[in-house]
């Protein structure tokens, strides 16, 4: 056999071992999607009895709202504000939701204040979103958070269901 032949040889046998193991995984991965035990191989969630459960990562843990504003430098919630709830997500990033319901007099004085160079759009990505923004903190946050996110829903009471999401990158 010549030198040629040979080299042909061994890169058609590699392409058929990696073509065998995607193929393996394939199948695993489809077999795997509908067990009811262990990892579902396509989302990373767990499946506990038959039902998917959230990734803690994914869904969040409850916080203190106090901490969650201390990673964005904040005092405290805005004048106005009540029903909060606080979650945080630790990942690759740290991202605080905090949410809360204001009356949009008392939202924009807040936002006049703190982040007076935030522009909130309509059009937003998030369908229940009336209006949104981001803006990135120059110079950071000392509490760590490198931007804050703002979503505004309006509602026909006068007060506005606000999420507010300090994160770090």
Not at 49 to 55: Q, S
Not at 56 to 78: I, Q, T, Y
Not at 82 to 102: N, Q
Not at 128 to 154: I, K, Q, S
Request: net charge negative; proline share 4%; aromatic share 6%.
């Amino acid at each position: 056999m010549s030198r040629t032949g040979g080299r042909a040889a061994g890169v058609g046998g590699l392409v058929a071992v990696l073509a065998l193991a995607c193929l393996g995984w394939a199948v695993w991965a489809t077999a795997s999607a509908g067990s009811d035990d262990g990892e579902d191989a396509r989302t990373g969630g767990v499946r506990t009895g038959g039902t998917r459960t959230e990734d803690p990562r994914a869904a969040g843990v409850k916080a203190p709202c106090r901490e969650a504003l201390r990673f964005a430098d904040r005092e405290r919630l805005p004048a106005g504000a009540k029903d909060a709830s606080c979650v945080v997500r630790h990942g690759i990033d740290t991202l605080y939701d905090v949410r809360f319901r204001i009356p949009r007099t008392d939202l924009d004085t807040w936002l006049a204040d703190a982040y007076p160079d935030m522009e909130l759009r309509t059009g937003c990505v998030q369908e229940d979103a009336d209006r949104c923004g981001v803006l990135n903190l120059d110079p950071y946050a000392e509490g760590g958070a490198v931007a804050v996110e703002l979503t505004v829903r309006d509602g026909s009471d006068g007060l506005a269901l606000v999420h507010y999401r300090p994160f770090n990158t």
